[in-house]
């Protein structure tokens, strides 16, 4: 069975998820504080997390970049729940590392839809990379599918699952321009409502990670318009 976390300190959302996500066959824990949260999900991480973003004891975000730094939670898929809807909000929560972001009020047809595909497209990356073992070399940069690891100039990059995936899908093909809507459907496994901001975010962030490292930021090309390649 799937063990699904939900960490929300209203009582009725706790509720309102856990009852649509148990009537669609998962196994559901909650919890209200996010310090205790954060303990129980290192000691026995589940297989995807909802995450409310305010919290007591430690707030979503934070849970959020812990988890991403810890090696047995660094691939957990993790979607952010909150009522704030502010751009700032949606856009670090999703640099910091979340997969999905939600806002409340929020349809749990929706939410159970989301974490189906979330779902999959984990359990199906997983099995790409196991497929995938010989490393992927473009000059300096050494990505390795098995281990979800890219190393630029004998460091290994901070990377979240997401930032892994894109780059990964554009070194494959160099040269190849992939539109923002094809890495939205292939990296995140569903329709986000067109937003494809979510896909520049994430693209941002990379570049960021890579410029940090004898700046090979251009490795990524935008291409007016249309989408992104990788150049080397």
Known sequence: MVKIMVVDDEVSIRELVKFNLEKSGYVVECA??????LERILDNPP???????????????????????????????IIMLTARVEEIDRVVGLEIGADDYLTKPFSPRELVARVK???????????????????IIRGKLQIYPERYE???????????PKEFQLLMQLAVNPGKVYTREFLLENIW?????????TVDVHIRHLRQKLESEIDQSDLIETIRGIGYRFKG
């Open 117 to 135: 595909s979330l779902l999959r497209r984990s359990q199906g990356n997983s099995q790409s990379m196991e497929k995938q073992n010989e490393p």
């Open 189 to 197: 496994g569903y329709e986000f409502a067109g937003d494809t901001r």
């Open 150 to 160: 890219a190393v630029l100039d004998d460091k290994v990059l901070e990377l979240t």
């Open 47 to 77: 297989e995807l997390l909802i995450l409310d973003l305010m919290l007591p004891g430690m707030d979503g975000l934070d849970i959020c970049r812990h988890l991403r730094q810890q090696e047995k939670t660094r691939m957990l898929p």
């Open 32 to 37: 209200d504080d996010g310090s205790k949260a």
